[in-house]
């Protein structure tokens, strides 16, 4: 008769205290240091500075806009005492507007842009502009719908080297177009055999298309529009009216069908009906970013069901800021260059960087560390450090060690470092284990991932040291099995 194996218990080891000794010598050394400055800033009579009122400045923009609403970009401007306000019209309305009451413009698209310089030439305003940064067209789309395409081969999904499921598809633009002026359906494609990560699936009985902005007023609209027609044309302009004709002839159709063009385009997508009021729309990459790194800031983690499509011809959008008089050219110029350096680097290292999704991670694991939300496993020497909730429960027992199915929180974050192995093989996934101190008996950690995710032969090879960061999906009483959705393995 087999022998009764309890499940084990980890030591909990509790992390560093705040106000240690050491700390307090270093708070003595730097309190002394702030009271020298304070009183070299009294005696300078430059105390006051920092609380300098900052002057306002108005500008009037298309999606461009959002740049001034990143958190750094905000904290570079205060600096130079600078608060900014920004009206967000379609670039073609930003250039054709009055210009009265606004300090500067920000139009997305270079036409609309020059159009803007004419009309300040006409003012004898000739300002120095400057190129923030470029950013390229996108098709932002949910999973299951990029996974049809997938499935449809009319995209194909950019390697995720982190081990989790892909983040970003380039999409065939040629064949994508092809679907819409065939008529073919969203169902026809057989959307509904694709699920989400809880399973659940969508139908969608509508067209393939994408949904643009109003291609009169919206840069991303025209540029939409540019595309098509560069791909429809054989990748060739025109050179001949009826062949202009022609091909605008094929395009009108597309553009058409999606009938009431949406007001806010990108709000739609971002909003919770999304997936059925706007599963594909046409907007600049920048703005996809901008909206996930809004979704890390208070979640904590990437939304990794909104996805974007990169078309197979790069389009860019080259905003440009543009001073509306010769003083503030001069007196803006040098902040926005500090935002190319800042914000623009900021963005580029820690997010938008798809070679090197470890950025994503690291954004991750600070807003985890900040909101002491996860728990570190140390399944080699049977050591843990609880999150917030778990060191609550154990200090209200008066400390002691915890049980290791006490881990199984459902949707708790948990980084854990072991020797993993091939658990089991099915089909196209596997799944790796470990266990802490006493044998697979006692108890076990395991994660599940496709086969053509793994990033090295050596995880199917044998035994190897990795660290799991994932959530908690389930505790198997019975098998003693702690099972974590993998975010990303470290090996």
């Not at 429809?232 to 063009?261: C, F, Y």
């Amino acid at each position: 008769m087999e022998r009764s194996v309890s499940a084990p218990r980890l030591t909990v080891r509790p992390r560093p205290g705040f106000w240690t000794h050491r700390l307090r010598i270093w708070f003595a050394v730097a309190a002394s240091v702030g009271t020298l400055g304070l009183v070299v800033l009294l005696v300078t009579g430059n105390a006051l500075l920092p609380f300098r009122e900052p002057v306002l400045l108005r500008g009037k923009s298309g999606s461009a806009g959002d740049l001034f609403l990143d958190p750094t970009m905000q904290q570079i401007l205060l600096k130079r005492h600078f608060r900014v306000e920004v009206t967000q019209t379609g670039s073609g309305e930003t250039a054709t507007g009055s210009f009265d009451g606004y300090n500067f413009l920000f139009p997305s698209g270079r036409p609309t842009a020059s159009t803007i310089r004419s009309r300040l030439a006409e003012r004898n305003i000739s300002p120095k502009v400057t190129h923030p940064f470029a950013s390229p067209l996108v098709l932002a789309s949910f999973r299951q719908y990029a996974e049809t395409l997938v499935a449809a081969g009319v995209a194909r999904p950019q390697a995720n080297r982190l081990g989790g499921p892909p983040m970003y598809y380039t999409l065939d633009t040629a064949k994508f177009l092809g679907l819409t002026e065939a008529g073919t359906t969203w169902d026809g494609l057989d959307l509904g055999s694709q699920k989400d990560a809880d399973g659940g699936t969508v139908t969608n009985g509508n067209r393939v298309l994408a949904h643009t902005a109003n291609m009169c007023f919206a840069n991303s609209g025209q540029t939409y529009l540019a595309l098509a027609a560069w791909v429809i044309g054989g990748r060739n302009a025109p050179h001949r009216e009826q062949d202009a004709l022609r091909i605008a002839a094929r395009i009108k159709p597309m553009l058409t069908l999606e009938g009431l063009q949406d007001a806010d385009l990108f709000n739609s997508y971002r909003s919770p009906e999304g997936k059925g009021k706007a599963p594909i729309v046409v907007v600049y990459e920048h703005q996809y970013f901008a909206y996930q790194l809004d979704i890390v800031r208070d979640r904590a983690v990437p939304d990794t069901d909104r996805v974007p499509l990169y078309p197979a011809q790069q389009m860019l959008a080259d905003p440009e800021f543009i001073p509306t008089n010769a003083k503030l050219a001069a007196d803006l110029y040098g902040f926005v260059a500090e935002a190319e350096r800042g914000v623009n680097q900021q963005v580029a290292t820690k997010y938008v960087d798809n070679a090197d999704p470890v950025a994503v991670i690291k954004i991750v694991m600070d807003v985890l560390e900040d909101k002491g939300d996860v728990i570190y496993v140390d399944l080699l020497d049977g050591v843990v450090e609880p999150d917030r909730t778990l060191r609550e429960r154990v200090s209200s027992r008066g400390g002691g060690s915890l049980p290791f199915a006490e881990l199984a929180r459902p949707g708790a974050y948990v980084s854990v470092w072991g020797s993993f192995d091939l658990f089991e093989r099915t089909g196209e996934h596997v799944l790796f284990a470990a266990s802490p101190p006493g044998g697979d008996k006692a108890a076990r950690v395991v994660f599940r991932c496709p086969i053509g995710e793994i990033s090295t032969e050596d995880m199917l090879a044998g035994p190897f040291m990795a660290r799991c960061l994932g959530r908690v999906r389930s505790w198997d009483s019975t098998d003693r099995e702690l099972s974590i959705r993998p975010v990303a393995v470290f090996n």
